[in-house]
């Protein structure tokens, strides 16, 4: 299809049509986190297998890691359903290691987080979504102050320092909120106008919904740190 034939409404309801896409991948990778969590939490055996060693809660940890690097890198090379497979597994590992949070912390508090979390992410996003201003610049800066509160974070293990937890927490917020907008822009430019049903067409919206997923799940984080209770 040449996109130089198509009408602006056109290309808007392919471009609405491929993030209707993207929320549909991420919100079911959600839900799936979300309820391997909470089952896992209420499932003694489990967390016991889990929690008793540290190798493997480390191991869980390296496994989400590594699943998200393989699928950055090689998103070109794999299948759609290999994406979908790799995306849902790295969804269901999350939920493992998010098992931790129903342990530590109330089910009220986590439940307020959450909403806290989807409002302010549904507002960034859709800024994102309608706004003409380019924001590339605001997406630089974000992406240099995570560098910086990673580097913070990985000090302050060692430290133990109560004020900069704090200012890495308040940070940490502010730049997944950035991060949201500019990465709802940069995934609605990404969209290919007129691949719709392919493989590539799958293969961004997996790509997509995986950005958008590790937005909201590092915003819920650093927002549970200041509204959430612990048991």
Do not use: C, H, P
């Amino acid at each position: 299809m040449n996109i130089n034939q198509l009408s602006q409404e056109q290309i808007k309801a392919e471009q609405a049509r491929f993030m209707t896409k993207v929320y549909g991948w991420m919100s079911g990778a959600l839900i799936i986190t979300g309820l391997i969590a909470a089952w896992v939490a209420n499932t003694e055996e489990i967390v016991n297998v889990i929690f008793s060693n540290k190798l493997y809660f480390y191991g869980l940890l390296i496994a989400e890691f590594a699943a998200v690097a393989y699928l950055s890198a090689a998103i070109n090379r794999i299948s759609a359903s290999t994406a979908i497979a790799v995306f849902i597994g790295y969804a269901i590992l999350n939920g493992l290691t998010f098992s931790v949070i129903f342990l530590a912390f109330t089910s009220e508090s986590i439940a307020t987080t959450f909403y806290i979390t989807a409002g302010t992410f549904g507002a960034m996003s859709v800024y994102g979504y309608y706004t003409k201003t380019d924001l590339t610049s605001v997406g630089n800066i974000a992406f240099m102050g995570l560098i910086g509160i990673i580097i913070a974070s990985i000090v302050n293990f060692f430290f133990q320092n109560e004020m900069l937890y704090w200012i890495v927490t308040y940070a940490g917020v502010l730049i997944f909120v950035a991060l949201t907008a500019y990465d709802t822009q940069k995934i609605k430019r990404m969209n290919i106008i007129g691949n719709e049903g392919t493989e590539e067409d799958t293969k961004e919206a997996v790509m997509g919904a995986l950005t958008l997923y590790l937005d909201f799940i590092n915003l819920f984080l650093f927002l549970l740190r200041i509204f959430g209770r612990r048991k």
